[in-house]
């Protein structure tokens, strides 16, 4: 019964380096959401998952940013060449279905990186 | 593109007492989705109250309801008898309901402080 859970809660990098940031949605929910949260900002979406394929990935800040989806269920946000500008939590969501009623996300605690 | 904008950066209730937050979007489509999520100091995003676009019933939960004005593009969130755990960053969300399109569109957020 347990919800969202993302890794690590808090990553601390340097400027250059990669960083992968790991989200585990609840058992059974189709699709699968990231976000970015700035400072004083909202949310600001990255990336969806379907299933295993990301039909949208405009949300993408840059092409250092790649995410990918593995039997369904676990995903991973990787930052390549980290910029102190990345510095940000990241949220994953994920939903029992990605159309309809059954579309409420369910959120993870973050990740919160920083880039020094 | 769709916009989402709160305008209130922080509000502040008395306890028990009753607060408005607001919401404005813009978009030209008909048929969407509207959330309030509300993020404690945890960080955990948890959905408070949602609304269809085609409902013209205002939706309510519990202490919660909403004040949709759909040719306003209004999304207004009442809290009643407001508690010291109501504390939070709250967020209004825009979605489509147009198959395909999927992406989650946030405000920046208010931050809601109950005094006791």
């Known amino acids: 019964g347990a919800g969202v859970s993302q890794s ?10 990669d960083v992968e940031l ?5 058992s059974g929910h189709t699709a699968l959401y990231w976000y970015r949260q700035s400072l004083g900002q909202g949310l600001e979406f ?7 394929s990301a039909p949208d990935k405009s949300g993408l800040p840059s092409d250092r940013f790649s995410a990918e989806r593995t039997g369904g269920s676990v ?24 159309s309809g009623a059954y579309n409420e996300q369910f959120f993870g605690p973050g990740t919160r990186l920083t880039v020094l | 593109a769709q916009t989402v904008t709160q305008s209130q ?3 502040s209730v008395q306890e028990a007492e009753t607060v408005t937050l607001s919401c404005t979007y813009d978009t030209s489509e008909s048929d969407y989705y509207l959330f309030w999520y509300k993020q404690p100091p945890s960080r955990q995003m948890i959905l408070v109250i949602r609304q269809e676009a085609y409902k013209q019933q205002n939706a309510t939960e519990n202490r919660f309801s909403v004040n949709f004005q759909k040719a306003a593009k209004s999304f207004s969130l009442k809290i009643s008898d407001s508690q010291l755990g109501d504390a939070a960053m709250y967020f209004c969300a825009y979605r489509s309901a147009i198959s395909g399109t999927y992406k989650y569109i946030f405000g920046t957020g208010t931050r809601l402080k109950v005094l006791a």
């Open chain 1, 22 to 26: 790991r989200c585990d949605p609840i």
């Open chain 2, 9 to 11: 950066p922080e509000m």
């Open chain 1, 8 to 17: 690590p809660s808090n990553k601390v990098t340097e400027k250059g380096k």
């Open chain 1, 75 to 98: 995903s991973t946000l990787t930052i390549q060449r980290t910029q102190q500008e990345d510095s940000a939590v990241y949220l994953c969501a994920s939903s029992l279905r990605i």
């Open chain 1, 46 to 52: 990255l990336i969806y998952f379907q299933g295993n």
